[in-house]
């Protein structure tokens, strides 16, 4: 048997497995009508910042990031950490949410991530759309874009406490 007879048989021989990923559909978020400012109430200032956003894991931001492929990736594989910040990336992206970032906070004591989602000082990661910083209020996102990730990640948004000091000198 010849080469292409071979390729041939072993195409016709070829069977698609569907597999159901456990990641959401993340399509770029468009606006369909006129944009509603976040409704949004602060929380008391304290000596650590807050931040506004979705508890998530490391785990799911690379899970997420396995699905995006370059060009390059026969040539320089990526690592855990090209694609945790290929994850990032495309929610980013997605949502149109800048400064859209990652931060570690402190899990509360009620209404937090559930206990498998801690890492092993009992912090959290959170995806924050805002924070209670004074140089940063004035960029806030759109309800409109709140509310596409909270249904992407099926929970609402809520405030975190930052495990960093608001201050460096703190």
């Not at 390729?7 to 497995?17: C, F, H, P």
């Not at 597999?19 to 409704?39: D, E, I, N, Q």
Request: glycine residues 4%.
């Amino acid at each position: 048997m010849s080469a292409s007879e071979l390729l041939r048989q072993s195409m016709q021989n070829l069977r698609v497995v569907e597999t159901k990923s456990t990641l959401p559909p993340l399509v770029p978020f468009r606006f369909t009508a006129r944009p509603h400012k976040l409704k949004l109430s602060y929380p008391s200032k304290q000596r650590y910042k807050q931040n506004y956003g979705f508890w998530l894991s490391d785990e799911w931001l690379a899970e997420l990031g396995k699905n995006i492929h370059l060009p390059e990736d026969p040539y320089d594989p990526p690592t855990q950490k090209d694609f945790w910040k290929r994850g990032f990336a495309h929610i980013r992206g997605s949502v149109d949410i800048y400064p859209l970032t990652i931060e570690n906070c402190f899990q509360p004591e009620t209404n937090g991530a559930p206990t498998e989602y801690l890492d092993v000082d009992g912090e959290v990661v959170v995806l924050s759309v805002c924070s209670d910083d004074e140089d940063e209020i004035p960029v806030i996102p759109w309800q409109e874009q709140v509310d596409y990730l909270a249904n992407i990640l099926g929970r609402p948004p809520q405030w975190w406490v930052n495990i960093y000091p608001r201050n460096d000198w703190e």
